[in-house]
């Protein structure tokens, strides 16, 4: 497993990390014992981080993650890194009323997150959305409380905008943001993506399968699960679900030519955007089975030169993806995106 180090004073991690959301939330039931035992597959290939949320299913995949750790050979578990955003608020029927970035609740959200993950520290802590009422420096103060108490290693920072990332990195060392970045997600290259570098900050980037569109494993036809987030997503709405499609098609044209799958294609250029870019990202890769998570690893071994690159960008223009990223009302909430 190749590693890299998250920005200048972040942690040494593996080059793809397992984001875990969706072992308990958001895309509908989930296997249980199949989401351990993913889990237990990444870090016996030598996958070290683990992302997460303590409001993923109201604290399930946190639990989730620390029975897997629990039960993983020690010296696997003892290389795991745990990335841990919060103050997301939830009500007890699912729903979602804004951010907490009170220092007072950092410190609390903590607590609760350090003993369901059954570990001494968090590895990264991030909130996982501003608090428009309370300034980043004051939520990234607590944190670096909790870094100076041994209770967290890292600070991270999720979702926010060039001059916010300038804003926290005045306070405290800053590893990495946790920001969405795929083929068809490429806002940040305009000004965070080149910040991000300036600052020697990493980046962690999610959704870089687009949460299944741009997989290659979405078909026209396919029928979403209830409680799946996606059936309200708009990419994957009418006509923009049948252009997002169109644009799979034409990568999967370049994937059977090199002889992989579009998912490995997909990842290897977000991989491939490090080196460009002066910034290290590492891809966190969604898979909730066993061969998913082979097939994303899949991607370590591609190599995409730069016709290879040419031939991507032509097959899937930035700015070519129909529809937002999520619905208006959650887009309000990201400060990246304004």
Same mark, same amino acid.
């Given at each position: 497993?190749?590693?890299?180090?998250?920005?200048?004073?972040?942690?040494?991690?593996?080059?793809?990390?397992?984001?875990?959301?969706?072992?308990?939330?958001?895309?509908?039931?989930?296997?249980?014992?199949?989401?351990?035992?993913?889990?237990?597959?990444?870090?016996? %290939?030598?996958?070290?981080?683990?992302?997460?949320?303590?409001?993923?299913?109201?604290?399930?995949?946190?639990?989730?993650?620390?029975?897997?750790?629990?039960?993983?050979?020690?010296?696997?578990?003892?290389?795991?890194?745990?990335?841990?955003?919060?103050?997301?608020?939830?009500?007890?029927?699912?729903?979602?009323?804004?951010?907490?970035?009170?220092?007072?609740?950092?410190?609390?959200?903590?607590?609760?997150?350090?003993?369901?993950?059954?570990?001494?520290?968090?590895?990264?802590?991030?909130?996982?959305?501003?608090?428009?009422?309370?300034?980043?420096?004051?939520?990234?103060?607590?944190?670096?409380?909790?870094?100076?108490?041994?209770?967290?290693?890292?600070?991270?920072?999720?979702?926010?905008?060039?001059?916010?990332?300038?804003?926290?990195?005045?306070?405290?060392?800053?590893?990495?943001?946790?920001?969405?970045?795929?083929?068809?997600?490429?806002?940040?290259?305009?000004?965070?993506?080149?910040?991000?570098?300036?600052?020697?900050?990493?980046?962690? %980037?999610?959704?870089?399968?687009?949460?299944?569109?741009?997989?290659?494993?979405?078909?026209?036809?396919?029928?979403?699960?209830?409680?799946?987030?996606?059936?309200?997503?708009?990419?994957?709405?009418?006509?923009?679900?049948?252009?997002?499609?169109?644009?799979?098609? $034409?990568?999967?044209?370049?994937?059977d030519d090199k002889g992989v799958s579009v998912a490995?294609?997909?990842?290897?250029? &977000?991989?491939?955007?490090?080196?460009?870019?002066?910034? %290290?990202?590492?891809?966190?890769?969604?898979?909730?089975?066993?061969?998913?998570? $082979?097939?994303?690893?899949?991607?370590?071994?591609?190599?995409?030169?730069?016709?290879?690159?040419?031939?991507?960008?032509?097959? &899937?223009?930035?700015?070519?993806?129909?529809? $937002?990223?999520?619905?208006?009302?959650?887009?309000?909430?990201?400060?990246?995106?304004?």
């Amino acid at each position: 497993m190749r590693t890299l180090t998250l920005g200048t004073t972040g942690p040494t991690t593996s080059a793809i990390g397992l984001g875990c959301m969706g072992m308990s939330a958001l895309y509908g039931e989930a296997d249980r014992t199949e989401s351990v035992a993913t889990i237990h597959a990444a870090l016996e %290939a030598g996958v070290t981080l683990l992302d997460t949320g303590d409001f993923y299913a109201m604290g399930h995949n946190e639990l989730l993650i620390g029975e897997a750790l629990r039960s993983a050979p020690a010296a696997r578990r003892e290389q795991a890194l745990t990335s841990v955003k919060f103050g997301a608020l939830r009500d007890p029927d699912g729903g979602w009323y804004g951010y907490d970035g009170r220092p007072a609740a950092v410190k609390n959200f903590a607590a609760y997150s350090l003993q369901r993950l059954g570990v001494d520290h968090i590895d990264v802590y991030r909130i996982a959305r501003l608090d428009p009422d309370v300034p980043v420096e004051e939520t990234v103060g607590a944190i670096a409380e909790l870094v100076e108490k041994g209770h967290v290693r890292h600070i991270g920072l999720s979702e926010v905008g060039a001059d916010t990332l300038r804003r926290a990195a005045a306070v405290a060392p800053i590893s990495d943001l946790q920001i969405e970045y795929s083929l068809i997600s490429r806002s940040i290259e305009a000004e965070i993506l080149p910040t991000a570098a300036e600052l020697g900050i990493g980046v962690t %980037a999610y959704g870089v399968l687009s949460r299944g569109l741009i997989s290659g494993h979405f078909t026209r036809d396919r029928q979403l699960a209830a409680g799946d987030f996606r059936g309200m997503s708009p990419r994957f709405q009418g006509d923009n679900l049948q252009r997002n499609l169109d644009l799979v098609d $034409a990568l999967r044209a370049i994937a059977d030519d090199k002889g992989v799958s579009v998912a490995q294609t997909a990842i290897a250029w &977000v991989l491939a955007q490090g080196p460009k870019s002066g910034a %290290a990202i590492v891809p966190l890769v969604g898979a909730r089975r066993r061969d998913r998570l $082979a097939e994303a690893l899949g991607a370590l071994d591609i190599t995409l030169d730069d016709a290879d690159l040419a031939a991507v960008e032509q097959a &899937v223009p930035a700015g070519a993806v129909a529809g $937002a990223r999520y619905p208006e009302a959650q887009m309000a909430h990201l400060d990246s995106e304004h």
